[in-house]
């Protein structure tokens, strides 16, 4: 009997076919197997045949709006930077989206990079992506050669051995408090939608570390990103970091040291997260794009949970929706301002 994944993965190569076949779009967008087991590479899909290489298992944990912007792209007649953009329709593409990488794709349309008449995305709800630096760690870090994935379990085996891990015990931890399954925006769904998770602890991560003093905090921030070797493949794998210079590569002027200096990785970390601020959908991607385990996603995370807090809003869940931090109304409040009389008064 198939598992929910090989459905999945035989109803979405037949809609990626049907798509390419009948020219509705150009590409599909979606994931094919690695070279080594449990990593997925985002795949595109440009003949009906290709479609058969699509698949879906729980390893398909880089958001593929990333990509999104790139691939629109290569499909528009070249231009000059100031030229305007071509005028009538362009050609569509194609992506399988969960809950995150939907309102990814929404902050991409509410931001300009991408159009949505140019998308035809394939939703499906998620039941959550593995962690294989949780699944490495269960297993010793043991050589793994091959996965074999059953509805709720993971059969791992390498060289003299093979082990089952329970599936939920070694999902991302993005995905254990996501509360939002199901994408916000979609033309065609495989499976139903579930509906919202009610998750009253979905913040405990960033509460623990909250709760800490100032330098407990500090240790823990400092210790958490003391093994970043500045690779920037967190920052290469978020959606949000489309700027064509990032303030770290930038040389003129320099905003911070490119070296693995600590108060340069630090700044480097607290600035990217500042810039996801009202943005990050918490999809992982980053996290999980890491070769030093550094959980950098709690800081986005604690910027998460401030903006719902003082704007009531969580990042693409509607198009229509403000973005919080780039919206300005007149009667915004204004009490973080601190006037020089002000100054006075709060000392
Ligand atoms: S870290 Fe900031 S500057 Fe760099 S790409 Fe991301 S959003 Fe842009
Ligand atoms: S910062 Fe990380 S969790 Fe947030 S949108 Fe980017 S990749 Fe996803
Ligand atoms: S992916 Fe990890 S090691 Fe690389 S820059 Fe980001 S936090 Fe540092």
Redesign the pocket.
């Known amino acids: 009997m198939s598992t929910m994944n090989e459905k999945i993965t035989e109803e979405l190569r037949q809609k990626a076919r049907q798509l390419l076949e009948s020219g509705r779009v150009a590409a599909f967008l979606g994931y094919a197997s690695g070279s080594v087991p449990m990593v997925m590479r985002p795949f595109v899909a440009r003949t009906p045949e290709d479609a058969d290489r699509l698949e879906w298992n729980s390893f398909c944990v880089l ?1 593929l709006a990333n990509y999104l912007p790139a691939l629109l792209k290569s499909f528009e007649p070249p231009r000059r930077p100031n030229e305007p953009p071509p005028q009538g329709p362009l050609p569509k593409v194609g992506v399988v989206a969960t809950g ?1 990488w939907s309102r ?1 794709m929404v902050v991409q349309i509410q931001e300009n990079q991408v159009e949505r008449e140019r998308l035809v995305i394939i939703g499906i709800s998620s039941r959550g992506m593995v962690d294989r630096k949780k699944v490495q760690a269960l297993i010793a870090h043991r050589d793994v050669t091959a996965v074999k994935e059953g509805d709720n379990t993971l059969v791992v085996a390498g060289p003299g051995f093979e082990e089952e891990i329970n599936r939920w015990d070694v999902v991302r931890d ?1 995905c254990k408090s996501c509360v939002h399954p199901d994408p916000v925006i979609f033309d065609d769904m495989i499976g139903e939608l579930k509906g919202e998770r009610d998750l009253p602890d979905r913040f405990s991560q960033v509460e623990e570390i909250e709760a800490l003093s100032a330098q407990e905090r500090w240790k823990w921030f400092t210790s958490e990103i003391q093994s970043c070797i500045r690779c920037y493949a ?1 920052r290469n ?5 489309y700027c064509p210079t990032c303030f770290v590569d930038d040389s003129r002027p320099q905003w911070v040291g490119k070296s693995i200096d600590s108060v340069d990785t630090a700044i480097f970390h607290i600035l990217r997260a500042y810039h ?1 601020a009202g ?9 999980s794009a890491c070769p030093m385990g550094i959980r950098m ?1 709690i800081l ?1 995370k604690k910027l998460q949970k401030d903006v719902l807090q003082l704007y009531g809003i969580e990042a693409g869940m509607s198009v229509q929706e403000p973005l919080p931090l780039t919206t300005y109304k007149k009667d915004d409040p204004q009490d973080f301002i601190l006037t020089e009389s002000l100054k006075g008064e709060k000392k």
Request: glycine share 4%.
């Open positions: 958001n995150c990814n993005n967190c794998a978020c959606p949000l970091c996801c943005r990050c959908t918490d999809c992982g991607s980053c996290e996603r986005t």
